[in-house]
Nanobody, 121 residues
Framework: QVQVVESGGGLVQPGGSLRLSCAASGSIFSIDAMTWYRQAPGKQRELVASITSGGSTNYANSVKGRFTISRDNAKNTVYLQMNSLKPEDTAVYYC???????????????WGRGTQVTVSS
């Protein structure tokens, strides 16, 4: 079994900061890319930021310069530092991890249940 669990969401005022965490646990051989997505009410899920096992990163244009993704491979954990938050950042944030459970198997996508981020005064 593999679990992916997000934490760190909450209510923050515009201009504020939050740090999200996502930890993968269970029967894990290795983790390839780890990605944060978000879904606002009435909108499709969108990619926010991703990071490879080697540390290469990719960001949505809407968050570049404000959000920073990082990971701790020893802890199977990815972080999303969110600064200068805007009301339009309000969404449920989901973590996706590409996990290999055994050396000979291809990586499969595992999702967390999401954490709510609300930016409002």
């Amino acid at each position: 079994q593999v679990q992916v669990v997000e934490s760190g969401g909450g209510l923050v005022q515009p201009g504020g900061s939050l740090r999200l965490s996502c930890a993968a646990s269970g029967s894990i051989f290795s983790i390839d890319a780890m990605t944060w997505y978000r879904q606002a009410p009435g909108k499709q899920r969108e990619l926010v930021a991703s990071i490879t096992s080697g540390g290469s990163t990719n960001y949505a244009n809407s968050v570049k310069g404000r959000f920073t993704i990082s990971r701790d491979n020893a802890k199977n954990t990815v972080y999303l530092q969110m600064n200068s938050l805007k009301p339009e950042d309000t969404a449920v944030y989901y973590c996706n991890a590409q996990i290999k459970r055994r050396f000979e198997l291809p990586a499969s996508a595992y999702w967390g249940r999401g954490t709510q981020v609300t930016v409002s005064s």
